[in-house]
């Protein structure tokens, strides 16, 4: 049943994977021609922190514009719009052109995720949604990796990968508008304050806000560190890779095990092996590239998972109808953080030295170790963590709810009141704020 489900979305799984590649392919090109330009490490950090700055823009304010043209030409606008960003920053060499790309390119990704991830939940049902989920996931992680390795053969200091990225985000569009969808079904949030989740969970809040800065750090400012400390392209590649690729490894054993015994402890663990992963790392150089590559799998590995554990670990704390918002504002707390954490760590690598990229990275796992293990302190764990961390993205919920709730965001601006009764039907007795 699941495998004739998986072959029914096989077109939109592709179109992912190909983004997916793309995303990650994007980062680091862009990275290491910066750096091969002479951008001063500030200067990358800032640009690289638009791209969040549009992510999380554009969840907010783009399923306004989605629900207005539709699905299909929404993505296929939003492509190409991804497609002249990148291509732009090919041709005009400036800081403020691409941190505008960049901003832009964020932008239109984070609306086609939503896109894609709402048809993706109406065509599965409950009994497999978390499983097609995990199948979504890994492919986009595997996306990721292969984007990484590509740079291997393709020198960031020419034309030709900016063209591969806009060759494959346009071969993308293929797959998802030559096939059959329905769109998704909306249903009824129950809005859910900040204020709120830090008094019912605040170590969710606290993680989610640290960790995304751990990893805008690292997608946006991780290919200057691995060149300054002597790596080469190839070698960058493989560095970068080997960070996602120990996440996507570990990161169902780890939720498995976080289901099983309190997520709190399953989480300051994998916090403190980070840090300490980090620590080591902080001392390494280029002479030792393999183990360099060991120690960032597992630091992967360590990471990664940490911030589909703080879901989990706050919806532990909610009522079914409360995780979209939950959800949403999590979200945007970990946008905020990842806007902050890439020109953070490049000022200080700037001004400090180019240790204190690691040393940041584990100066902030520790934090949330401690604080995780202060917390085990001060309340017992739940009765029963029911909401798996497997499917901690979309618990219970659905990402056309998701859709919906964004939609609901978007119209609290609009003064007369109209679209909200034109796009969503007749208002409901609470809204939601979701971004993704």
């Known amino acids: 049943m699941l495998r004739q489900q998986i072959r029914a979305v096989s077109s939109l799984l ?34 690289m922190s638009a791209y969040f700055l549009g992510f999380l823009f554009g969840t907010t304010r783009a399923p306004k514009d989605i629900r207005r043209v539709g699905y299909i030409r929404a993505f296929g606008g939003l ?43 109406t065509m599965a049902d409950n009994k497999n949604r978390g499983a097609m989920l ?30 591969i990225v806009a ?15 329905v769109e998704p079904t909306t249903h009824s949030p129950r809005k859910v304050s900040l204020r709120f989740l830090i008094e019912q969970a605040p170590l969710g809040i606290a993680t989610a806000f640290i960790i995304q800065a751990c990893y805008a750090m690292f997608y946006g400012v991780g290919p200057v560190y691995a060149v300054h400390i002597g790596l080469s392209v190839p070698q960058v590649t493989i560095f970068m890779a080997a960070f996602i690729t120990g996440g996507l490894l570990l990161q169902t054993p780890i939720g498995l095990l976080s289901d099983r015994f309190d997520r709190r402890a399953v989480l300051a663990g ?7 992963i980090a620590l080591l790392l902080s ?8 183990l360099i590559y060991l120690a960032m799998a597992a630091l992967g590995g360590s990471i990664l998972p940490l911030y589909s554990l703080a879901m989990a670990h706050t919806n532990d704390f909610l009522e079914k109808d409360q995780m979209i918002g939950a959800t949403g504002a999590i979200i945007k707390v970990g946008g905020v953080g990842a806007v902050i954490g890439a020109p953070s760590v490049a000022a200080m690598m700037q001004f400090g030295g180019i240790a204190y990229f690691f040393l940041l990275m584990s100066a902030l796992s520790a934090t949330v170790a401690a604080y995780a293990l202060y917390r085990i302190t001060q309340r017992k764990r739940p009765v ?24 609901e965001d978007a119209n609290e ?23 993704s």
């Open 14 to 47: 592709t179109t992912m994977t190909l983004i997916g590649l793309c995303v990650g392919m994007t980062s680091t090109l862009l990275s290491l021609r910066a750096t091969i330009e002479g951008f001063d490490t500030l200067t990358i950090g800032i640009i």
């Open 79 to 121: 492509a190409a719009l991804s497609s002249v960003a990148v291509l732009v920053q090919a041709i005009w060499i400036d800081p403020v052109v691409w941190f505008v790309m960049r901003f832009l390119s964020g932008f239109a990704i984070s609306a086609m995720f939503v896109i894609a991830e709402s048809w993706l939940n």
């Open 134 to 163: 995990s199948v979504y996931l890994v492919l986009i992680y595997g996306g990721l990796i292969v984007g990484q390795l590509i740079l291997g053969i393709a020198d960031p200091a020419t034309f030709v990968p900016f063209a």
């Open 167 to 181: 060759m494959l985000i346009n071969l993308s569009l293929i797959p998802i508008l030559a096939s059959v969808t």
């Open 270 to 276: 994998c916090a403190g092996s980070g840090a300490v």
């Open 283 to 290: 001392q390494l150089n280029a002479d030792l590239p393999w």
């Open 384 to 407: 029963a963590q029911a909401h798996s961390v497997l499917t901690a993205l979309a618990p219970a919920q659905t990402s056309e709810e998701l859709l919906y709730s964004l939609v």
């Open 413 to 435: 601006d609009d003064e007369t009141g109209d679209l909200r009764t034109e796009v969503t039907g007749p208002p409901l007795e609470d809204d939601s704020h979701r971004s």
